[in-house]
């Protein structure tokens, strides 16, 4: 595949989230470390070198990726009590718990395999994370809000308010941090984090509040002039096919779910969902125009068809041999690398080269 990128450009942010939510399901149908590993590194990888804003990182999704793997980890070391397993590493205090707990138990024996199930299960969680935060990285959620139907402005500024609070939350951090080392303290120790919380949380949540009222006051997605009765009805078809498709999405990446019946969801939905794209109460005003649209061109295309190459991969894998994807735990052994997967994860990588160099980055080379 070519390289397209001649002229610095920012990429269509539905390619670049539409390739992040590829990379998810990926990480969501595999508990193999290895590949959840080679997936988190191909996904930093395009972050840090295709990123929009050079001053936007992934430090605090991979924290955050990290501290979900630690919590699904010592919940299974406080509540497991030797579910599974025979191979008992050492032996917490257990508390007796009435029956109709089930089996739920309160310390006990902790087994090596339970930790590894938990280990797996923790990781495929956290690569879901990466993965969503690239997308932020990737391509503003302020510019995805153009993409939104009309009928879900106010649902699109919420979302994009909520995405871009846990960025300004870490560079609100920075500067905290920063300030309070020039004054002679190191920032370490639960006190010292206590301090700088309150006023981080509260910039962080002006600033989205003031992202908000900014939104609201250039008319941001808002929709035009119409009867109110045809707005209704096309945001109430957004809304429920927007429920088709996550019920939908969520029955494909089940594995106990009926793939007819996902799949009927998420077709039902979508068409719901594209269908007020068509309708008065959907469709963009007569006269409103679009301040610098996003072009769609050849670099889009090689991110979705490197996205898809990488999903077809991970479930030719699955029809194949299951066991790749999914490493037993009991009994414990080792994980195999499955290659079509990993070369898939690779050929999703390659965006990081066939794409074109944000302006942003592009102006700071050396």
Same mark, same amino acid.
């Given at each position: 595949m070519g390289t397209v990128r001649a002229v610095p450009r920012l990429l269509h942010p539905l390619a670049w989230w539409m390739w992040a939510v590829a990379m998810a399901v990926v990480a969501n149908r595999t508990r193999n470390p290895l590949i959840l590993v080679i997936l988190v590194a191909a996904v930093v990888l395009v972050a840090e070198l295709r990123g929009e804003d050079r001053d936007r990182r992934m430090t605090l999704f991979l924290w955050l990726a990290a501290v979900v793997v630690g919590i699904r980890v010592v919940a299974q070391i406080v509540f497991g009590g030797g579910a599974i397993g025979t191979t008992v590493l050492f032996r917490m205090p257990q508390v007796p718990l009435p029956e109709w707990t089930g089996a739920v138990r309160l310390g006990g024996p902790v087994t090596l395999e339970e930790l590894a199930d938990a280990l797996y299960g923790g990781m495929s969680v956290a690569a879901m994370i990466v993965c969503l935060g690239a997308a932020t990285v990737l391509a503003s959620p302020r510019r995805l809000l153009r993409y939104?139907?009309?009928?879900?402005?106010?649902?699109?500024?919420?979302?994009?308010?909520?995405?871009?609070?846990?960025?300004?939350?870490?560079?609100?951090?920075?500067?905290?941090?920063?300030?309070?080392?020039?004054?002679?303290?190191?920032?370490?120790?639960?006190?010292?984090?206590?301090?700088?919380?309150?006023?981080?949380?509260?910039?962080?949540?002006?600033?989205?509040?003031?992202?908000?009222?900014? $939104?609201?006051?250039?008319?941001? =997605?808002?929709? !035009?002039?119409?009867?109110? #009765? /045809?707005? @209704?009805?096309?945001? %109430?078809?957004?809304?429920?096919? $927007?429920?088709?498709?996550?019920? =939908?999405?969520? !029955?494909?990446?089940?594995? #106990? /779910?009926? @793939?007819?019946?996902? %799949?009927?969801?998420?077709?039902?939905?979508?068409?719901?969902?594209?269908?007020?794209?068509?309708?008065?109460?959907?469709?963009?005003?007569?006269?409103?125009?679009?301040?610098?649209?996003?072009?769609?061109?050849?670099?889009?295309?090689?991110?979705l068809i490197c996205a898809g190459v990488s999903v077809a991969a991970v479930f030719v894998v699955v029809a194949a041999d299951p066991g790749a994807l999914t490493p037993s735990t009991v009994p414990l052994s080792v994980p195999d690398l499955p290659w079509p997967a990993a070369l898939g994860v690779g050929v999703a990588a390659m965006v990081a080269w066939t794409t074109p160099v944000p302006p942003d980055r592009m102006e700071h080379r050396p």
């Open positions: 939104v139907p009309a009928t879900l402005y106010e649902v699109g500024t919420t979302l994009v308010v909520g995405l871009t609070y846990a960025p300004m939350l870490m560079d609100d951090a920075r500067t905290a941090w920063a300030a309070r080392r020039l004054r002679g303290r190191d920032g370490r120790g639960p006190r010292e984090v206590a301090r700088v919380a309150a006023p981080v949380l509260s910039a962080g949540l002006r600033r989205s509040m003031a992202l908000a009222a900014s $939104m609201e006051s250039r008319g941001y =997605g808002r929709p !035009g002039a119409g009867r109110q #009765g /045809t707005r @209704r009805v096309a945001g %109430a078809m957004v809304l429920t096919g $927007m429920v088709g498709v996550a019920l =939908g999405v969520f !029955g494909l990446m089940s594995a #106990g /779910t009926s @793939r007819p019946v996902a %799949a009927g969801c998420l077709l039902v939905g979508a068409a719901l969902a594209t269908a007020t794209v068509w309708r008065p109460g959907g469709r963009r005003p007569p006269g409103r125009t679009v301040y610098r649209p996003d072009r769609w061109s050849s670099a889009e295309w090689s991110v």
